[in-house]
T-cell receptor, first 112, second 112 residues
Framework: DAKTTQPNSMESNEEEPVHLPCNHS???????IHWYRQLPSQGPEYVIH???SNVNNRMASLAIAEDRKSSTLILHRATLRDAAVYYC?????????????FGKGTKLSVKP | EAQVTQNPRYLITVTGKKLTVTCSQN?????MSWYRQDPGLGLRQIYY???????DKGDVPEGYKVSRKEKRNFPLILESPSPNQTSLYFC???????????FGPGTRLLVL
């Protein structure tokens, strides 16, 4: 499986934008880029996903590099509730098990 | 409210005493899965199910059993728990194996 690399931790101030980077230099053409996050004492939750084009939803935006070897999750205005571990995951649509392969993720701290 | 529920949320047991962790979803999802989360190892898939009566091993199935007699339920069975099964367990479901996965709140298990 293609691997992702994320910083171990990042800090942000409340109400400021946050850019969470992810490198995936060995991505294949059929890999979708997914982001999940895990709030303290909760199960992971879906944030956003994309293939080639940038994507926006109510939670975040996903910016994908033209060569697809990196991507950035953008939280436009961080809140205290956004403090979580963020996972960047490559998902091959042809994968038979359907499982998500979680790495170590980036622990985001948000300061008031 | 669309959700995945797990019971119990916390469980302390002793080696060898059979236990079952229940998982139920109310979204009519076909795909269900069990993960365990351990420090430094991330989330790893234990078993998954594509539909009723269709189950298969994930990456770490040893010591676990599952069943899928109804679409909404996917219990995880530990016939003879051992201390190395002490972990945080998550159930997840999705429309099919390619779609967004929804996770339960987790079950923290301690085997003495």
């Amino acid at each position: 499986d293609a691997k992702t690399t994320q910083p171990n931790s990042m800090e942000s101030n409340e109400e400021e934008p946050v850019h969470l980077p992810c490198n995936h230099s060995t991505i294949s053409g059929t890999d979708y880029i997914h982001w999940y996050r895990q709030l303290p004492s909760q199960g992971p939750e879906y944030v956003i996903h994309g293939l080639t084009s940038n994507v926006n939803n109510r939670m975040a935006s996903l910016a994908i590099a033209e060569d697809r070897k990196s991507s950035t999750l953008i939280l436009h205005r961080a809140t205290l509730r956004d403090a979580a571990v963020y996972y960047c995951i490559l998902r091959d649509v042809g994968r038979s098990q359907g499982n998500l392969i979680f790495g170590k993720g980036t622990k985001l701290s948000v300061k008031p | 409210e669309a959700q995945v529920t797990q019971n119990p949320r916390y469980l302390i047991t002793v080696t060898g005493k059979k236990l079952t962790v229940t998982c139920s979803q109310n979204m009519n999802h076909e795909y269900m899965s069990w993960y365990r989360q351990d420090p430094g190892l991330g989330l790893r898939q234990i078993y998954y199910s594509m539909n009723v009566e269709v189950t298969d091993k994930g990456d770490v199935p040893e010591g676990y059993k599952v069943s899928r007699k109804e679409k909404r339920n996917f219990p995880l069975i530990l016939e003879s728990p051992s201390p190395n099964q002490t972990s945080l367990y998550f159930c997840a479901s999705s429309l099919d194996l390619r779609e967004t996965q929804y996770f339960g709140p987790g079950t923290r298990l301690l085997v003495l």
